[in-house]
């Protein structure tokens, strides 16, 4: 089925630094999304992007969240400067398109390690 | 509260027996999906399943809207199911489709 892909797999940088995830969606999709696990609890909705712009973020995606992408190429998450309450595996997943019914194919995360 | 309820937390079951995974939504929903999370976390997905019965292979979904519930049924359980089952929920309407987990359902096969 359509993969969606996420560079870095692991990532183990200082509080403090800034960081920059990668996904690399569906082709055709528009839609595109990051979401949260911290370590043994429940995944959490970080924010969806749409037509360039933030459409809605959850009260998880702090003013030191950013997310972009630039010129079609990967969709990306960046925090900067981190805090160690960032470590967890963050999730990317794209949608077709807005409305409608339509899956949301994710990738395999990636392991943020703030130390 | 929790918008979306798993059942159970955990199950531990022999191998070869069935199980039945369930989940319940305190709102409505547009659709629903259920993942399989490997014990090193990468997520499968299981079924994008927004209404009625879908099967593939030992595994069967069901979902109805109306009563906001969905149920995976397991058959004939193996060794190699066990893992965390999640379920989640898309709400409809302006909520810009994000995704609702459920905390999961952690299954354990024994030989």
């Known amino acids: 089925g359509p993969k969606v892909l996420q560079i870095p797999s692991h990532q183990i940088i200082d509080m403090g630094q800034m960081v920059t995830l990668n996904c690399d969606p569906v082709?055709?999709?528009?839609?595109f999304y990051w979401y949260k696990q911290i370590l043994g609890q429940q995944m959490e909705f970080l924010v969806n992007f749409y037509n360039g712009k933030v459409m809605e973020k959850s009260k998880l995606f702090k003013d030191q969240f950013s997310v972009e992408r630039p010129d079609g190429s990967y969709f990306t998450l960046k925090i900067q400067p981190t805090a160690l309450e960032d470590s967890a595996v963050y999730f990317c997943?794209?949608?077709?398109?807005?409305?409608?019914?339509?899956?949301?194919?994710f990738g395999p995360g990636t392991r943020l390690t703030v130390l | 509260g929790q918008q979306v309820q798993q059942s159970p937390a955990s199950l531990v079951l022999q191998e070869g027996e069935n199980a039945e995974l369930q989940c319940n939504f305190s709102t409505s929903l547009n659709s629903m999906q259920w993942f399989y999370q490997r014990p090193e976390g990468s997520l499968v997905s299981l079924f994008y399943?927004?209404?009625g019965t879908k099967q593939s292979g030992r595994l069967t979904s069901t979902t109805v809207i109306k009563e906001r519930r969905s149920s995976l049924h397991i058959s004939s359980s193996q060794i190699t199911d066990s893992g965390t089952y999640l379920c989640?929920?898309?709400?409809?309407?302006?909520?810009?489709?994000?995704?609702?987990f459920g905390t999961g359902t952690l299954l354990s096969v024994k030989p």
């Open positions: 997943a794209s949608r077709r398109d807005w409305g409608g019914y339509a899956e949301q194919f």
């Open positions: 989640a929920m898309e709400r409809g309407g302006g909520s810009g489709n994000k995704l609702i």
């Open positions: 399943n927004p209404s």
């Open positions: 082709s055709n999709h528009l839609y």
